[in-house]
């Protein structure tokens, strides 16, 4: 089990974030069971909370595999959102969105899963 609290973590964890920010040009290059597909998509995630279109969109992977892995995550965790009452929402973005999310910014967030599956 990975303890959260190790500095090692911490810090990968901080890298991740900075990396995942959607106002940085970033290139992310690791080892297999790094977290590049996490990090692709927190960053798509935090890319749709901003606003961007689905659309203007484009994620580079390697395989078809890592690709549908990326989607997987995405939808899932979008669609989860969709149902989630307020509260659940409200916590799980609360790493992702900062400042304070209003009923019309969870009611947009909640949309975002229509938005993705409506997009080619």
Not at 57 to 79: D, F, H, N, Q
Request: glycine content about 4%; overall charge positive; proline content about 5%.
């Amino acid at each position: 089990m990975i303890d959260p609290t190790q500095p090692a973590v911490q810090e990968t964890t901080r890298r991740q974030g900075r990396a995942a920010a959607p106002e940085r040009s970033v290139w992310v290059s690791a080892n297999a069971g790094s977290g590049k597909t996490h990090v692709l998509t927190q960053r798509v995630i935090r890319l749709l909370m901003a606003d961007v279109k689905p659309d203007k969109i484009v994620c580079i992977t390697y395989t078809k595999a890592a690709a549908a892995e990326m989607e997987r995550r995405l939808l899932g965790r979008l669609s989860d959102w969709a149902l989630a009452d307020d509260e659940t929402l409200r916590e799980a973005l609360a790493g992702l969105a900062p400042g304070r999310l209003t009923d019309d910014r969870l009611a947009a967030v909640r949309r975002l899963f229509a938005q993705a599956l409506e997009t080619p």
